[in-house]
């Protein structure tokens, strides 16, 4: 277990929202011995005394559900020193003292391969580790270019590339759910599933992220990583442990079985949009081009769809979509799993919705929609059983950062699986920054962008308005729903 752990970039939202109050869990849960050192370094000008101001700020707001003593021992412990992450003298500075060191980098992109560089000359020692965010790289060949400048400082089991999304409990519970039950797994094939949406939608706008948002976008924000991450647990063939290993070899051949896009798929089988003004709830959003720190020149979209196929015997002819959106009207976080209907109903007439499991991601739980026969034998009814996950014991950046400190790779991403991951969606970018598929807009508030005829989702089912939310509005598994025919059965708007 390394003791000592250095934060760079330690002024930012990253740090200031994620990082310090997963430590104040930790601390709190008796994982940090008595001699961890935290340092936290940036540009800032700023004393040791304002820094722990500053730290004892942030958590009232960001852990004001922790225990005093945990917040005060973290805050009042605290290092900081000013230095500029590029500069190997400056890094050398951070990191000398007596054994290793874990280095996590809560920087902007752009400057990994700048500290990177300066870290193979700032003598890191021996069995230090080096923690980096999402996105990594920009694309395909920055990405590799990375990999290698990392190659250079560290063996590939001392990096751990981050995706806090694999930290959720509900997350890692899809390989649970398919693996531990029976029920599930012999089905979990395009024999019975004809469509799998992962879905980020939120009514949340940049927040004061513009700086960070407007350069990369939705696809390279949530779609190219933690989307791409979920569809891998939810498509990877059984590992033969939850080893790092295995997991992540199985995770890269879900990447490597994802079809290529040709010019023409990426025309039919993606969205992209930005909102315009409009009011989420009680509050007025202004044009994502009038935010401030957007630069309208970037064309940055604010929504995102693909809609993947995979060439494998398990999922040939099932269609993952993945979507993620900002400024819409509810929030929407979860992966749906809709099953194939049944091929003869003994009825006189009615006709079931297709069957539904449901991951909920925020909130964490399950949910499955089946149907069953109501009062009349003749009708058919909706039914929901639903569930809520227990507290996790840790906040996903808690297990994220215990995972770095005691040197388990399993959640973290491989050098392999983040350049595979780029090759994935490096035909939509490209088509994309050619204006090739257009930058369509949605008012904020709205359910976003229109579909359009031949697009992405047309010739398919389209999402269903069973969201998840509704089906945790109660705290207990329940049975319930209105009767439904013939009519109720249709494709209908995603929600």
Not at 235 to 241: C, L, Q, V
Not at 332 to 359: D, S, T
Request: net charge negative; glycine share 10%; proline share 7%.
């Amino acid at each position: 277990m390394i003791n000592r752990l250095v934060i760079l970039g330690a002024t930012g939202d990253l740090n200031a929202r994620y990082l310090l109050p997963a430590l104040v869990a930790l601390r709190s849960a008796g994982h940090l011995g008595d001699g961890f050192e935290l340092t936290c370094a940036d540009r800032s000008d700023w004393s040791v005394e304002e820094f722990r101001d500053w730290a004892s700020d942030q958590l009232a707001r960001h852990a004001a559900d922790q225990p005093g003593e945990g917040v005060r021992e973290i805050a009042g412990s605290i290092r900081y020193r000013q230095a500029d992450a590029t500069d190997p003298a400056d890094l050398a500075s951070l990191i000398a003292g007596e054994g290793p060191v874990a280095l996590y980098l809560a920087l902007p992109p752009a400057i990994f391969p700048g500290t990177v560089a300066a870290l193979r000359d700032a003598n890191l020692p021996p069995g230090s580790r080096i923690a980096l965010e999402k996105p990594f790289g920009e694309d395909l060949d920055s990405a590799a270019e990375l990999n290698r400048l990392l190659e250079a400082v560290v063996p590939e089991q001392a990096v751990f590339r981050i995706d806090h999304f694999l930290a959720m409990t509900t997350v890692q519970n899809v390989l649970g759910g398919r693996l531990a039950n029976r029920v599930l797994e012999p089905i979990w094939n395009s024999a019975h599933i004809d469509e799998v949406e992962i879905v980020w939608d939120e009514c949340l706008t940049l927040e004061g992220r513009a700086g960070y948002y407007d350069g990369v976008g939705a696809l390279k924000d949530m779609v190219q990583n933690h989307l791409l991450q979920l569809l891998c647990l939810v498509a990877m063939e059984p590992p033969i442990s939850i080893g790092e290993r295995e997991l992540r070899d199985r995770k890269v051949d879900v990447l490597r079985s994802v079809r290529p896009f040709t010019e023409q798929d990426v025309l039919r089988r993606t969205r992209r949009a930005r909102y315009t003004a409009g009011r989420v709830g009680d509050r007025v959003v202004p044009t994502y081009t009038d935010e401030e720190g957007v630069d309208p020149g970037h064309r940055t979209e604010t929504f995102a769809e693909v809609e993947l196929e995979l060439d494998s015997w398990r999922w040939s002819g099932t269609t993952f979509r993945l979507r993620s959106g900002k400024a819409l009207r509810n929030d929407r976080k979860e992966i749906a799993v809709r099953f194939r209907p049944v091929p003869h109903l003994p009825f006189g007439h009615g006709e079931a919705l297709p069957n539904m499991l449901r991951f909920g991601l925020d909130p964490e739980g399950f949910a499955l929609d089946v149907t069953g026969v109501g009062s009349h034998a003749q009708t058919l009814v909706p039914l929901t059983l639903a569930a809520q996950m227990d507290a996790p014991s840790l906040p996903a950046y808690g297990q994220v950062l215990l995972d770095i400190l005691s040197g388990n790779a399993t959640l973290s991403i491989r050098g392999d699986e983040a350049e595979e991951a780029w090759r994935v969606l490096t035909p939509v970018l490209s088509a994309w920054s050619k204006d090739l598929v257009p930058l369509q807009e949605y008012p904020a508030g709205s359910d976003g962008p229109p579909k359009q005829p031949g697009l992405v989702g047309q010739h398919g089912q389209s999402g269903d308005d069973r969201s998840l939310p509704g089906a945790f509005s109660q705290l207990r598994p329940h049975l319930g729903g209105a009767p439904v025919g013939p009519a109720d059965h249709r494709h209908r708007p995603d929600g």
